[in-house]
């Protein structure tokens, strides 16, 4: 009969769960296979632009994740060096692995929702997603699953918050169209570029002061855009009426281009040639040759004009929409609340006018725009905006003084004044206001007390945050144009807003 201390023995070990080595065996094995398998699927990914096959097999996302960086190193990089890791530990210490299974879901988690945003579906993302699975079903252990689960989500928050800061995304969008760091703090062309101390730079005054130059390059890319576009419509619309006639495109292109005129005159050749004198004067040809090389250059040109000519009118045929906006300059709002204005609220044209009356040159253009609002009449709506400059000490108390008299119901009037005025001294702009019949004792305490002097400091504001830099500049249907606008100017810029609302500019007769 066995003693006490060995049936207390033998209950210990009865109790005593001890895997058998067989079994330990074959989990080093299985996770050895899934960090081999891993690290696979990182080189292959490494490698991705020098195996033909990988190319073929993901052309363009895999070639974006590539080049995406964490910690200055590539993602495949890290990719071998984890995987480096989970092998020796399922070699040497295997029980560790499971405390590196949930990070690594964590981090994965996050690299499938970048991959997401990239709108790149990467296949080695794909399977290196399928290993991370693998590895967690193969450390699963059900008493440390919360543990693994807040390891894994504390990586991923952790990582989304890191990732603007540290991973390199310039490489993963065309070089041409940098992703802004603005974008990451989700701001848009409206927005704030940058802060000094307490006051602002936005993307809008940045559009405005490079107004020109951007609006030039919109206008090349625009140019390219719709001049693709049209070969590519041209094309897709012969085709299909190729296959409709039961003709090859090719026998179709041949009959039109032989319907049409593409003779050339002599004429013609001849202006060409004038107009173009520069370009030939390295010709080492005969004069006959250099007619023939026109000749034929004309002859080409007219025949893809008659074959354009017959796309385009089967455009409806195919229901064609071209829907490539036109680059119009940036838009600018302007809070016009309570600003002197002339004209119906629903006028077709709103001009906001910034100006100052002291500056020479807003004096000189007031005659313009005096004939610009006469001429035009109730087609404009003409809203005048303060935009006193420093530099002329009395302009800022002469654009109070205008709002005085507008508390009158005089301020068009006494505006007149003060375009005309040589002397704007503090008592001319009441005497000037009294012999416009406004009541002088009010408007002289009106002036004392600097009642609109808030008003015209949040004029000032608003020219900053728009973009002006100088006067007088006119705000057109929310289009800035900076100086002085002649008068063919105005016709011009207004006449286009009137086509753009639909409607037929009458000619103008205006005094010059």
Known sequence: MPSRKTRILENRQDKLEIPPFHD???????????????????????????????????????????????????????????????????????EMATWIAGPAAGVEALLILLMIQLKAPCVFCMANAAVILLLLMATFRKELFWQETTLALLFFAGLLFWVPFGIDLSHSTPKSAPRPAADALGAD??????????????????????GPQLQERRRDIYR???EKLDQLVTEMVLDKEAKQQGKTLDNLVEQIASAGSTQVEES?????IQDNQQQFQEFKGTIPDLRQQVRTFLEQQKKAQVIKGYAHGLESKYGVRILVPVPYPPRITIDIQGAPTLGPSDAPVTIVEFSDYECPAC????????????????RVRWIYKDYPLRRHKDAFKAAEASHCAQEQGKF????????????????????????????????????QDSKYKAVVEKNLREAAQAGLDRTPSFIINGVLFAGGL?????RSIIDEELKRAGLHPQPIEIAK
């Not at 996770?31 to 699927?41: D, K, R, T």
């Not at 004096?363 to 109730?378: F, N, P």
């Not at 375009?419 to 009441?430: C, H, K």
């Not at 002649?486 to 105005?490: H, K, P, Q, V």
């Open 486 to 490: 002649s008068l063919d100017n105005f």
């Open 189 to 210: 062309d409206s927005g704030i570029a940058a802060t000094v101390a307490d006051e602002v730079i936005t993307n809008q005054r940045l559009d405005v002061l490079l």
């Open 224 to 226: 390219m855009k719709m």
């Open 268 to 272: 013609e050749i001849d202006k060409y």
């Open 363 to 378: 004096r000189s253009t007031h005659d313009v725009v005096k004939q610009i609002r006469a001429a035009y009449g109730d």
């Open 412 to 447: 068009w009037q006494y505006q007149e004044s003060l375009f005309t005025a040589q002397d704007l001294s503090p008592v001319n702009l009441v005497s000037n206001a009294a012999k416009l019949g406004m009541a002088a004792e009010n408007f002289s305490q009106c002036l």
């Open 24 to 94: 330990r065996s074959k989990t080093s094995l299985l996770l050895l296979l899934i960090s081999l398998a891993g690290l696979i699927v990182s080189l292959m990914s490494g490698f991705y632009e020098s195996i033909p096959f990988f190319k073929a097999l993901c052309p363009s996302a895999c070639k974006d994740t590539l080049e995406i960086h964490f910690l200055r190193m590539p993602l495949w990089l890290l990719g071998v060096v984890f995987y480096l890791v989970a092998a020796m530990l399922a070699l040497f210490r295997k």
